[in-house]
């Protein structure tokens, strides 16, 4: 994958969790850049979080330092600790001003990170710069089978605009607490309230419409950096150009969101909800994402069951207004329900189950909201991934 | 087990899902009871359940007729034509008033129930009237494994008063949808407000703390019938003799509930949350029932691993008031964190786990607020389960 101008990268192996895989990763820019970053809302925020959260209200930086294999959170003042160090190691090893550095970790709570052994890698990771940012890709991934990567071109004034994503997912989609980690670099010339403004649009499209406001992690993190390196005219909310940035911004982060849920533990299904014609756009995410989390339609979905009736009793204790007798339901096309009742076709049903992709249209003849979750089905797998996720 | 004085009950063979078992059962009082009952607060309710809603008003009634293998929900007109008729049936065959007969159905959502085979039976289960309460608790069973009743006695101004109660789990606790019917009967004399009290209380600290109230079925229902023939001193609220009854009542839901748990489909532990000194009741009660729903908790406790992590990550997204650095954790009496880490007793926490009855102690030092929440594992067979639940 291409990585934008002025950005480098390294991974090295600090073992952390144990040996045997690159797991702590550098993101660097040349040059300051503009950065703007979203977080988990969780009550109970790694020692990272905290740390960046605060970081960013300079809407500038340089370099993030990422480890997996440990998330260090719930790790009282030694994790705040550790983490300071780790941006200091960093700044150090780079000569850059230590707020410039973030830090983000993913893996188990409640273990201090092994710092004797992440301490030494920090400094080699100087030694390993090159602009190989898929090695990030890999390096960031927990219990993900695959790396996460995407990147687009966009003229900007003429200009050739490099950007550039990479995620690690882990964990199924809507989930409980699946650490969500994303990193976006761009050569955009681009003001700090229009980065804002980009990524969340963006966010709010895509990792927000995979996982529930409520139930994100400890340790989400979403973090842009814009290093101006294109040369573009400055990009300012509201313009022209900026819609052509975001937009991309908007599609990267909604196919990095489907690769996330494709990669759902345990998934076999790429799942879409689509809740249409709700009385307003609140009610209809509200109603997808409730079909969406629903254990019994994700193992009936597993199962190749259409069994409707456990879709129409998650919108029915969604909350959202309903009426049941004008709500249409088509799966994949398929009308399976007409004005609340079956139409019979659960056969056919069946058979567009056996897809690897599904669609989920729920049209509630209400209004004129609309929205779309994406998720994935739940499998014996997926159970006995998160049984043995420790041992 | 033994019934109150005055019920009869019954049960046939309709072969409403499939022949080979009792599915339609009767509960018959002798004389016109009062009664009281609670339903499930989904917006999408089956027939069944608007019915009764409207009927309970009155405070009467004589009979309850049950069917499983079909929940006679999202079946529209016809589904609400076909739950008047099992009353009209049932009224004619025991000479009653369609007003004092309820009915209540569970199983799968959205086919029509099978009238012609229903009809013949309802008439046969005047033929078959005798004191096996046991034989209902049977024939109600959906994905349960084991037949569900408990019964006690109680003295009220020096007469035996009979309480019994049956009911039907399936499912998951705190399920998606798995519907829940319970019936109790009892002989006491006791007046209409006095018995609604004595119900909402005891279903708030049973059955309520084993779902959430959003995530019901179509088709929960609690009713109870008092038929006064014990012959005590009417039982007025707020009295001594109340207490007493209701004490009793609650009891005996919350043993039903613990059965419920137990027999969580393909849970191999019953696992209790308990949240003390949160902020107020309100934030305990929705902490532990946020730790008791996340997937992540329950995979883990199945798979032996005490990662108390994830009990901090799901107290942290449940939105409740905590202080990390305040909050103590103990698994079966072991303290695993203190002040917010890790006491580094994971190995013998994980020994903890391997009992089938499993106890979590959060301590958030906060306030005075405290609730319990019963819930169990989740394993691949609940997977199996569901997948294949209509096949």
């Not at 990669?263 to 994402?289: F, S």
């Not at 409707?308 to 204790?317: E, P």
Request: proline content about 2%.
């Amino acid at each position: 994958m291409k990585a934008p101008k002025g950005f480098l990268f390294s991974t090295v192996e600090a073992a952390i969790k144990r040996p045997g895989r690159k797991d702590l990763a550098l993101i660097y820019s040349e040059k300051q850049s503009v950065m703007s970053g979203m977080f988990t809302t969780n009550n109970v925020k790694a020692a990272p979080v905290k740390l960046d959260m605060k970081r960013i209200k300079s809407g500038k930086g340089q370099a993030i330092i990422v480890n997996s294999g440990n998330a260090n959170a719930c790790t009282g003042e030694q994790g705040m600790k550790d983490a300071l160090e780790m941006t200091a190691l960093t700044a150090k090893a780079f000569g850059l001003k230590q707020g410039d550095v973030y830090v983000c970790s993913t893996g188990v709570i409640g273990t201090p990170l092994p710092m004797e052994r992440i301490r030494p890698k920090i400094t080699e990771l100087a030694d390993n710069l090159d602009i190989a940012v898929d090695d990030v890709a890999a390096a960031i991934m927990t219990t993900d089978t695959f790396p996460k990567n995407i990147s687009k071109i966009i003229k900007i004034n003429g200009k050739t605009v490099n950007v550039a994503g990479i995620c690690k997912g882990a964990g199924m989609i809507c989930p409980n607490m699946a650490t969500m980690l994303c990193f976006i670099m761009t050569d955009a010339n681009i003001d700090k309230k229009a980065l804002d403004a980009a990524l969340k649009s963006a966010v709010r499209k895509s990792f927000n419409r995979i996982t529930i406001d409520g139930d994100m992690s400890t340790n989400d993190t979403v973090l842009i950096m814009a290093n101006g390196t294109a040369g573009n005219d400055l990009i300012k909310a509201g313009s022209k150009e900026f819609d052509v940035f975001a937009k991309a911004l908007s599609g990267m982060t909604y196919e990095l969101s489907k690769m996330i849920v494709t990669d759902g533990e345990g998934a076999t299904k790429l799942v879409e909800i689509e809740i249409k014609n709700a009385k307003n756009d609140n009610d209809a995410e509200k109603g997808a994402l409730a079909v969406a989390n629903s254990l019994l339609v994700k193992t009936a979905i597993y199962g190749n069951d259409a069994n409707w009736g456990r879709i129409m009793a998650a919108l029915g204790y969604s909350g959202i207004g309903i009426k049941e007798e004008k709500a249409d339901i088509f799966l994949n096309g398929l009308k399976i329900v007409g004005k609340g009742m079956g139409t019979g076709r659960d056969k056919e049903a069946n058979e567009k189950l056996k897809n690897k992709e599904i669609k989920i249209v729920v049209d509630l003849h209400l209004g004129k909201g609309a929205a779309k979750v994406l998720t994935c089905d739940l499998t014996e797998e997926y159970v006995k991934i998160n049984a043995e996720y420790r041992t």
